[in-house]
């Protein structure tokens, strides 16, 4: 049946040609006499069009075969418009003026949190805290041992453990990056408070729109013969030229040519190149010990600790020590009871003294008016008061 819209009705009324009597459809008081109580067609298609004030719907340019074809070339031309000028941009991220071979290390333990803190959401925040200062101080490695000081002396060995494992994991949690995240961490009953934690915000914790040289990523299961697919939180993934396996947590390197291209590339590398060769602050290790002992002979430096720092009230005042030039320097803290304490409770030791023990037994807070000072107190008082203090070897 053939038809044909009549223009003056703004393409509401419709004309049939083989009706023999079409005036009822054709009247001009048709649709107010049949759908005065109800009118869908007049207020409804305003509605969804161009709201209730338009005084004319706006498909009137489709009732000529000129007008579809204009609307529909410049939809097509704008579509190929808006994408030829897509283009991602990025924020380059400033580059440290010089590499950093040195590193400083920390090693906390996990016992004060059964001495100070009786819920899994302060123990969140404390450890939080702990992963804040470590990453405003540029530490590079923080080992969470077991200092044998437990508040309740009858603590069996699982609780200790969870301890131990809980501060682990949340340093861990914290120190990756978002988007990797949802990759590297499954639900755990430590991870239930992490909702406390205040974000890092380190160099390494890029957002989709910076640009590094460098990136943090994961290996995607996605099957291929030569390549693997790695996300690094850009808009979509990149590939190396390994193959590896999926999940696995991987420092990529991304050439400076790949920036502009849509199917990026990139080559893997050592975690610790961004800091050796660049002079990023690429975050910290976790590395756990269950002894004192443990702490300074189980490092991954084949030469070990070349200064090693105790901590306490009862050591020397800052202001009056002079420390050597170093490559790998650690900081110890201890828990409540101190590192006296934690020296006497390790069979394994034979220093008897902290003297005998670390390099220096510092006092890094001699002002000191509280009678004791939390270990993560202590822990952001001492890496400020020993910034100025400690001179890598090589540096003027």
């Known amino acids: 049946m053939a038809h044909n819209y009549d223009n003056r009705s703004g393409g509401r009324h419709m004309t049939f040609d083989d009706d023999h009597d079409n005036s009822e459809y054709n009247s001009e008081d048709s649709f107010k006499r049949k759908n005065k109580d109800d009118d869908r067609f007049g207020l409804g298609k305003r509605q969804r069009f161009g709201g209730q004030n338009d005084d004319k719907p706006r498909f009137e340019n489709w009732n000529s075969e000129a007008g579809r074809m204009s609307n529909w070339n410049s939809n097509k031309n704008k579509k190929w418009q808006d994408a030829e000028q897509f283009e991602e941009y990025f924020e380059d991220v400033p580059r440290p003026e010089k590499p950093r071979k040195y590193t400083i290390s920390i090693a906390v333990p996990a016992s004060i949190l059964e001495e100070t803190c009786k819920k899994d959401e302060l123990r969140t925040y404390v450890v939080g805290q702990l992963a804040r200062a470590a990453n405003i101080y540029s530490i590079d490695e923080i080992i969470v041992y077991d200092d044998k000081c437990w508040r309740k002396k009858d603590v069996t060995g699982n609780d200790s453990q969870n301890l131990i494992e809980m501060m682990r994991m949340l340093l861990e949690y914290q120190e990756c990056p978002q988007y990797?995240?949802?990759?590297?961490?499954?639900?755990?009953?430590?991870?239930?408070?992490?909702?406390?934690?205040?974000?890092?915000?380190?160099?390494?914790?890029?957002?989709?729109?910076?640009?590094?040289?460098?990136?943090?990523?994961?290996?995607?299961?996605?099957?291929n013969k030569s390549l693997s697919y790695v996300d690094v939180g850009l808009s979509s993934e990149i590939t190396i030229?390994?193959?590896?396996?999926?999940?696995?947590?991987?420092?990529?390197?991304?050439?400076?040519?790949?920036?502009?291209?849509?199917?990026?590339?990139?080559?893997?590398?050592?975690?610790?190149?961004?800091?050796?060769?660049?002079?990023?602050?690429w975050g910290y290790t976790v590395r756990v010990a269950h002894s004192l002992t443990e702490v300074m002979t189980g490092g991954r430096f084949h030469k070990g600790y070349d200064l090693l720092?105790?901590?306490?009230?009862?050591?020397?005042?800052?202001?009056?020590?002079?420390?050597?030039?170093?490559?790998?320097?650690?900081?110890?803290?201890?828990?409540?009871?101190?590192?006296?304490?934690?020296?006497?409770?390790?069979?394994?030791?034979?220093?008897?003294?902290?003297?005998?023990?670390?390099?220096?037994?510092?006092?890094?807070?001699?002002?000191?008016?509280?009678?004791t000072i939390r270990t993560e107190e202590a822990v952001l008082i001492s890496l400020c008061a020993l910034q100025d203090k400690l001179l890598p070897k090589g540096k003027n």
Not at 191 to 211: C, I
Not at 250 to 266: A, H, I, M, N, S
């Open 180 to 223: 990797l995240r949802k990759y590297l961490f499954s639900f755990h009953r430590f991870l239930g408070k992490v909702g406390v934690l205040n974000a890092l915000n380190a160099p390494h914790h890029l957002l989709s729109k910076q640009w590094c040289e460098y990136r943090e990523g994961v290996v995607l299961d996605r099957r």
């Open 241 to 281: 030229d390994k193959k590896l396996d999926a999940g696995l947590r991987v420092t990529v390197k991304l050439p400076p040519e790949t920036k502009d291209l849509t199917k990026r590339f990139g080559v893997v590398v050592s975690p610790d190149e961004p800091r050796e060769k660049c002079g990023y602050y």
């Open 309 to 371: 720092i105790g901590t306490s009230d009862k050591g020397d005042d800052i202001k009056k020590t002079e420390y050597p030039t170093f490559s790998h320097a650690l900081v110890v803290f201890g828990g409540v009871e101190g590192l006296e304490a934690a020296i006497e409770a390790d069979d394994q030791l034979e220093a008897t003294e902290p003297l005998h023990l670390f390099d220096f037994y510092t006092n890094t807070c001699p002002m000191q008016q509280a009678r």
